[in-house]
């Protein structure tokens, strides 16, 4: 029967010797060539009654080389999986291998070569809770809670009048009369559709004042038959002198929602306990600490794999792995790519390698749900957070996804990154540290650009996307 002999080179590589004794091909062979002649149709013979001989004649040396093949590889595989060795893409054929003269007429016992990689065995280094890692954290200012609260007043605040000055957003009603003429009329108009000019004229003055101004060019975008017709209610042939005065009769804004129970159920949730507004503003700045949750957690990320792989630096089969690159099925390396691009690929495979050893020690198994879940947060991501459609829609939509090999394969990644992080942060110390929102930003701006200027490892966070987003206020009414 065939057998496999292993012969390690060094701690990295090794040559696998499978061994095929001829009787354990032959047989196979023959059977093949046998089930044929029982099926074929050939000229010159009735079905069925093709002699073995024509087949073998005509067929008989593929048949060969498929059958030693498939023995080769079945052969190969079995052994690999009984014991469980761990390996660096697939076995290659030697580049010491003897050729063969393989052939019916006179078989032979065969013997082939494959070299093979091996993973770098080692002790994974840290992580462990001796391990201290910093987690920076933002701490929102005095002056940022004032501007979330004040951000959420306004946001659920009511339309009523004031006697401040006039502001952009504010809705005027003007008391106008012609100025040496007869025509009057109240004239509603909203700052964003006055003319700049007239808008800077208007600004600060307030309810009561009196001004003056030129009808036909207080609104943008409207001609003097429209003036005429909708804001004086006259003919649009009447005679109308340009200038107008008129009393500011009343300012209307949105006006901030008064600081009560009403105003924290719609921004807390029916069900808060807030009744103050010192609670309110503790609650917003959790809120606001939450919202950068994620970006404190990418750069922990980030530190924790900077370490793993400055700490675990194991060597690889180097040049194993550029012949297996090389022989590819894409075909897409060649000698200069390889030579270019590999020491970025090795740092890759180190990563590989280390989020390997931290799923074979903590015992995490990426499944289908944690797929699934990878692109619901896909899509929340690109839906800036919420996505209106239902399970049931995201579900037939994941169900398409997994039929794309390409797309599959890199959700899986994705979700395979977040459990390898979490299980890493489980495992050693983590100690928050509290910085500025600023000072966080600017940590994650140069994190993005170091990602940007590095080809090496990738890395768990998109830095580009996390240090692009504002503090978001996560409330029950969004």
Do not use: C
């Amino acid at each position: 029967m065939p057998k496999v002999e292993r012969h390690d080179t060094d701690a990295l590589n090794g040559v696998l010797e499978v061994y095929l004794p001829k009787e354990e091909y032959i047989k196979d062979v023959q059977k093949e060539i046998n089930k044929y002649s029982r099926n074929a149709q050939m000229k010159g013979f009735r079905k069925g009654k093709t002699p073995p001989s024509v087949i073998s004649g005509l067929y008989g040396q593929s048949m060969l080389m498929q059958t030693v093949n498939e023995k080769v590889v079945q052969t190969l595989n079995e052994y690999l999986e009984e014991n469980r060795l761990s390996i660096i893409g697939r076995p290659l054929a030697s580049e010491e291998q003897e050729s063969h003269q393989i052939n019916l007429t006179h078989p032979e016992d065969l013997t082939f070569r494959f070299d093979v990689g091996y993973n770098p065995t080692f002790t994974l280094k840290a992580l462990d809770k001796t391990d201290s890692y910093e987690r920076f954290v933002v701490e929102p200012t005095g002056e940022e809670i004032d501007e979330q609260l004040a951000s959420l007043r306004k946001k659920y605040g009511v339309q009523g009048e004031t006697e401040e000055g006039v502001e952009e957003g504010d809705v005027l009603k003007l008391d106008s009369k012609e100025v040496d003429g007869e025509t009057v009329a109240q004239i509603p108009i909203s700052m964003r559709d006055i003319n700049d000019d007239v808008k800077e004229y208007l600004l600060g003055k307030k309810k009561g004042d009196v001004i003056r101004f030129d009808v036909f060019n207080l609104e943008k975008g409207s001609d003097e038959k429209f003036v005429k017709r909708h804001l004086l209610g006259v003919d649009e042939d009447a005679y109308i002198n340009r200038e107008f005065e008129a009393k500011i009769e009343t300012v209307t804004r949105m006006l901030p929602a008064e600081l009560d129970e009403v105003f924290y159920k719609k921004i807390f949730g029916p069900e808060t306990t807030v009744d103050t507004e010192e609670a309110a503003r503790e609650e917003i700045r959790k809120i606001y600490i939450q919202s950068y949750a994620g970006a404190s957690n990418a750069l922990l990320n980030k530190s924790i794999q900077e370490r793993l792989m400055a700490e675990n630096d194991f060597q690889l089969p180097d040049q194993f792995i550029k012949r297996w690159l090389k022989s590819s099925e894409s075909g897409r390396y060649n000698d200069e790519m390889i030579e270019r691009e590999y020491p970025y690929f090795k740092e890759s495979m180190r990563w590989t390698i280390i989020r390997n050893k931290i799923a074979e020690e903590t015992g995490f198994i990426v499944g289908d749900q944690d797929v699934k879940e990878a692109y619901r947060a896909q899509l929340f991501d690109a839906t800036g957070g919420s996505f209106p459609l239902g399970d049931d829609f995201i579900d037939s939509l994941y169900d398409r996804v997994k039929n794309d090999e390409k797309q599959y394969s890199e959700l899986y990644e994705e979700a395979a990154s977040r459990k390898t992080f979490q299980a890493a942060r489980s495992r050693v110390t983590v100690q928050d540290q509290p910085v500025s929102t600023e000072t966080l930003r600017e940590m994650m701006e140069r994190a993005r650009k170091e990602a940007e200027s590095s080809r090496g490892v990738k890395s768990e966070e998109n830095f580009e996307q996390m240090a692009d987003e504002e503090a978001e206020e996560i409330y029950a009414a969004e």
